[in-house]
């Protein structure tokens, strides 16, 4: 077994007459493909050239379109860790080694989805540690565009010492479980940017067909764009540029030249589709099984419109894939709040919400981590449960494990009992639980909207809140703040839900209470 693969996918160009045949570069040493499903195989050629691909027993054969393109699908195989090589023959041939079968999953998002395995807690020990050869990541080069593209670069890695530091941290320990649950490889198509807002990341054929889109993106389809060869022009100054400071710093010397102005209309990580089109849309038709999602950030202060967004989202990688019911599992925002837990800001509180909203998508769910995050730090460095909460869904949900607990609590009902209220929840085999350091995060307004810090005691699968300075409660809430302290737990450890019964536009909350003292 090799310890790295260092085979760099390459650019898989529109086919000139007489090309050579190629594969689609997901298609490279150490891949895993999809089990127990039909796996596509698809790459370019010579127009009208006859392709023949086999693999495991299999030998299918096709010819290149007028364009060059060809594709087969395999049958689907049942999973193996045993390397076997996939060999494509045409006027040359093309063999791909170190090919598994298992389970393959795209991880999408910003930073927190980003952020590698090498800046997470117990980094060190955990690389160390690493051995796990089946457990691979294709990790996607960063490339916007304005078009949707058929390839894409990037490279297959184990997770081995050597390697492991530059998985993607959460869909390292999500890949992780996943193998040990179900002891076949697991492969990650890494496609995520920090920084990023969710609009970049949504298909083009999914604003269009999204009325409350639909009107932004046409505006946007009017707007300028840079031709390719103004953007090759532009990326060979802005190199030339970059070498002249370098240099200059490393001679000490002074450097005053101005960067060369980007053209307009060139497609950046904020333009809208430009992540899909040139991230998403060139890893399809890759057989996968769903799509972990960790975003959010970039979109709190929009969190009006974001439910919506997600559900594009959702709506549109489906058909990118043809797989009209592809689950896709996000990470609900943790608790952040720069520090300040009395911010008269809620937007962190209201994303969560919207991202709540999302749920109405089918095949869709969220890993709640409202207790894992930091008040002061954007990127949480505690990866560890994100990644193996998104592998409880999965396993609970897709693959119907049946002794997997895969959500804390989440709200049900509400209902007034005098000056208190008792809120239910969803019915589950893990009883109600008081965190350690009590059952805190639950609040209470009257008519004044001005929500007080509540008392709540567990009752059976119900929660009775009530506070002494509300005498007539007319809403309650849990957790609805940026960074709150929140203290309702199952039995399996995992947290309940943010959740509030009223619709007030404003919120209004009085100075929140104390952290709870450390348990004695």
């Known amino acids: 077994m090799k310890v790295a693969f260092p085979f760099l996918a390459c650019a898989l160009l529109l086919a000139p007459l007489h090309a050579a045949v190629s594969l689609a570069p997901l298609f490279a040493d150490g891949a895993v493909l999809q089990r127990e499903k039909p796996v596509p195989v698809w790459g370019t050629a010579s127009a009208g050239e006859k392709i023949s691909v086999n693999f495991a027993g299999q030998t299918l054969t096709t010819t290149a379109d007028s364009k ?89 890695a184990p997770a081995l010492p050597a390697t492991a530091g530059q998985f993607s941290g959460v869909a390292y ?6 193998h040990r ?46 031709t390719a060869e103004e953007k090759t022009a532009y990326e060979a100054l802005r190199t030339t540029w970059e070498k002249a400071r370098d240099d200059a710093k490393a001679a000490k010397q002074p450097f005053s030249e101005p960067a060369p102005k980007a053209p307009a209309g060139l497609p950046s990580y904020r333009t809208l589709t430009a992540l899909n089109s040139g991230m998403i849309a060139p890893l399809a038709p890759y057989a996968l099984r769903g799509a972990i999602w960790y975003q959010g950030e970039s979109n709190t ?32 925002l943790p608790n952040f709040d720069h520090g300040n837990r009395n911010s008269d800001t809620w937007h962190w509180a209201e994303l969560r919400e919207a991202q709540t909203k999302a749920l109405s998508t089918p095949h869709t769910g969220q890993a709640i981590t409202i207790d894992v995050g930091e008040a002061k730090g954007l990127h949480p460095k505690n990866k560890k449960p994100v990644g193996e909460r998104l592998a409880l869904l999965a396993l609970a949900r897709t693959y119907i494990i049946k002794d997997v607990i895969d959500s804390g609590p989440v709200f049900a009902s509400a209902k007034r009992e005098g ?38 005691r567990i009752d059976g699968a119900t929660v009775i809140v009530s506070s002494a300075q509300v005498a007539n409660p007319v809403a309650v809430r849990y957790a609805y703040r940026n960074a709150p302290v929140a203290g309702l737990l199952n039995a399996a450890g995992l947290p309940a839900a943010p959740f509030r019964t009223d619709t007030w536009p404003a919120p209004k909350q009085a100075k929140a209470p104390p952290p709870a003292p450390p348990e004695s």
């Open 173 to 178: 320990y999500f890949a992780l479980e996943l």
């Open 301 to 332: 202060s929009q969190a009006s419109g974001y439910a919506v967004r997600l559900a594009a989202l959702v709506v549109g990688w489906r058909t990118q894939f043809a797989q009209p019911e592809l689950p896709v599992y996000w990470v609900q």
């Open 419 to 456: 000056a208190a209220y008792r809120v239910s929840y969803q019915p589950s085999p893990s009883a109600l639980k008081a965190a350690p350091a009590g059952l805190t995060g639950f609040e209470l307004a009257g008519a004044d909207q001005v929500f007080q810090p509540a008392e709540a």
């Open 181 to 226: 649950r179900l002891n076949v490889p697991v492969g990650i198509l890494n496609s995520s940017w920090g920084g990023t807002g969710i609009d970049p990341w949504i298909a083009p054929d999914a604003y269009r067909t999204t009325p409350e889109l639909a009107a932004a993106f046409a505006n946007f389809e009017k707007g300028p764009r840079a």
């Open 68 to 156: 060059g393109y060809w594709r087969v699908n395999l049958a689907a195989l049942p999973a193996s860790s045993s390397p076997r090589d996939l060999i494509v023959n045409a006027t040359n041939t093309v063999t791909v080694r170190d090919i598994v079968v298992g389970e393959v999953w795209l991880a999408s998002g910003q930073s927190n989805m980003e952020w590698p395995l090498a800046y997470c807690i117990d980094a060190k020990k955990e690389i160390a540690a690493a051995n796990f050869p089946f457990v691979r990541q294709f990790k996607v080069t960063k490339t916007p565009a304005f078009t949707p593209q058929s390839t894409v670069s990037g490279s297959w």
